[in-house]
């Protein structure tokens, strides 16, 4: 007899049974102490005995088919007796086996995406595995080549692309975005989580955006493929839809424009706004005026207010009631709303009602188009439960710093502000977190700085070392070989020419028995540890062995700081996920 049959035979509630492992995120079932446990990664196929029983809306109407609650799980811990069906509650003055009150045996796990997208995961018998395929259906893919990753990994940073269309799909949608609108990149953010999981940030791009969109190779409904031209000086969200671009094409334009390649996808249409909001019974937004658009529709007093449905989107879309009425303040407000609609579906109200887990459920995965490498309920679910991990206080929103386009008298696009942008992109490609994540980092890293920097150092003249341009401006290895000749008395140096290739930041490699060195021309030149690459020697003009100083392209003068890390303070208006602020 299976352990589904022999828990309905003794009378006790199978759903008591399966509890949660925090540390693996799955289901395990937790018998009694006489009885052995089983853990179940995934969906499982059902006993004989299941398939007699149908499931109720969702899969839920079975204890079979749901992904039960119970007490917490923790190695070593005595499974709590399970109480029979039908036996009285234990009475407040009387012991029982289990603490306070009763769990409920219907909490199921919610998992959510970017504020994008949430699914419940049903972990046992025939139901669920039904189920879990039905949501699967729900999922539409692109394969999108190798402008993506194909494989997702939990062990890893990641970077998914969060894209909302402008196109006419689904009921009721008529009157929204262009009527000939091919699916426009109207919304776009790059939400990058750190190998940690610690914190991630969500990078607004604005649709608005003058860039270059690179020649993108697509695959056809029949299996062919097919080049489509790339476009020069032209709007971001031209890099999706017209000419037949997909998410791919956005993705190698995201790549090209910050230097951070994308490794999914997930794209949404307006029926995403509407449906995930009704799911969670509305999502709490704030407003400094009272706000009375007669283009989006959108009407709401000053103050807090809930909104869901076609008042939601009403509220995402609204540009002229904003700021200055323009996509970058509509992209704060935007940010705002998803923020809020985080908390929400991370909250104790939605994690503990099995309706709206299943209305999320249902809405997410009817609302989202993903590549094929997370194609699969399977995959969505890891991808959600890494995600789960990051703190909402560590969630920071952002948007590109960008400036007035330049080659326009009436100001209606921006271009990237190149004195403020690439920082930005250095962090998030570095792994940098934009939140107080980071400061225990940089003092982290200060402290193994004064530990790499301690010992003996090497005289000046003693520092042998071979200075390339690895990406800074032409002339720069010049420029810092008389400074180490000449104010530094680092005679034994030398212009070794350009690098083999282009480094982000300046880095100085040296052999384990040129530590002595290396820590004296790090002190000379103000270089950071992150600067400080343990590697090989090479052999200089005089035949004997040297350091390399690779110049990179955040060389800004011989008389600077080289090597700074990404973690310094950065230029740029940013907000968290836990926070309540009020669009203005």
Wanted: net charge neutral; charged share 25%.
């Amino acid at each position: 007899m299976d352990a589904q049959s022999r828990g309905r035979a003794d009378n006790v509630d199978p759903a008591d049974q399966w509890v949660l492992n925090p540390a693996t995120g799955e289901y395990e079932l937790r018998l009694g102490p006489s009885a052995s446990q089983s853990p179940v990664p995934g969906p499982r196929r059902s006993s004989p005995h299941a398939a007699h029983h149908p499931a109720g809306p969702g899969g839920m109407g079975h204890p079979y088919g749901a992904a039960p609650g119970g007490s917490p799980w923790a190695p070593g811990r005595e499974v709590p007796p399970q109480r029979r069906r039908g036996a009285p509650e234990p009475s407040p003055g009387r012991r029982s086996g289990r603490s306070g009150q009763r769990k409920p045996k219907a909490r199921k796990a919610l998992l959510w995406a970017g504020g994008t997208m949430a699914f419940v995961v049903l972990a046992t018998g025939t139901a669920g595995y039904v189920y879990l395929k039905h949501l699967e259906g729900n999922v539409n893919t692109t394969d999108v080549g190798d402008a993506g990753s194909g494989n997702f990994s939990k062990n890893e940073a990641f970077n998914i692309l969060v894209l909302g269309t402008d196109k006419r799909t689904g009921s009721g949608n008529d009157g929204y975005g262009d009527a000939g609108s091919v699916g426009h990149a109207d919304t776009t953010i790059l939400l990058h989580v750190s190998k940690d999981r610690t914190n991630a940030t969500a990078l607004s791009i604005p649709r608005d955006l003058i860039v270059d969109i690179p020649d993108c190779l697509t695959k056809l409904e029949d299996g062919t493929e097919k080049v489509i031209p790339g476009l020069q000086g032209a709007r971001f969200n031209r890099s999706l839809g017209e000419g037949g671009r997909d998410p791919g094409c956005t993705m190698r334009t995201v790549g090209e424009v910050t230097g951070i390649k994308p490794d999914h996808f997930m794209m949404a249409d307006f029926n995403a706004v509407k449906t995930l909001t009704s799911a969670v019974d509305g999502v709490d937004v704030c407003v400094e005026h009272a706000v009375n658009d007669k283009q989006s529709k959108l009407e709401l007093p000053a103050g807090k207010s809930k909104v869901e449905g076609e008042q939601a989107l009403a509220f995402v879309r609204t540009r002229h009631s904003f700021g200055n009425e323009g996509d970058l303040d509509r992209i704060k407000v935007q940010q705002h709303f998803l923020a809020s609609l985080m908390r929400k579906m991370s909250s104790g109200d939605t994690l503990t009602s099995p309706t709206k887990l299943v209305k999320l459920a249902e809405a997410a995965t009817n609302a989202l188009t993903v590549d094929t490498g997370i194609g699969n309920v399977s995959t969505l679910k890891d991808v959600a439960l890494e995600l789960k991990k990051v703190p909402p206080k560590n969630i920071s929103f952002t948007t590109v710093p960008v400036k007035d386009n330049p080659a326009e008298t009436v100001k209606a696009t921006v271009v990237v502000d190149e004195s403020r942008a690439p920082q930005l992109f250095d962090a998030i490609a570095g792994d940098v977190s934009l939140t107080e994540v980071e400061k225990k980092r940089e003092r982290k890293e200060k402290a193994a700085v004064a530990a790499r920097l301690q010992g003996a150092k090497a005289p000046a003249s003693e520092v042998r070392v071979q200075v390339l341009n690895g990406g800074a401006p032409a002339g720069s290895a010049q420029q810092m070989l008389s400074r180490l000749q000449v104010e530094e008395g680092v005679s034994k140096s030398e212009n070794a020419g350009n690098a083999p290739e282009t480094l982000k930041r300046t880095t100085l490699e040296y052999a384990p028995g040129q530590a002595d060195q290396a820590r004296r021309l790090a002190t000379i030149l103000g270089m950071s540890g992150s600067a400080l690459k343990p590697g090989e020697s090479v052999t200089n003009s005089q035949g004997l062995s040297a350091m390399t100083l690779t110049l990179g392209k955040d060389f800004t003068g011989a008389g600077s700081p080289l090597g700074g890390s990404a973690a310094g303070p950065l230029d740029v208006e940013k907000s968290t996920a836990d926070k309540v602020e009020c669009a203005s």
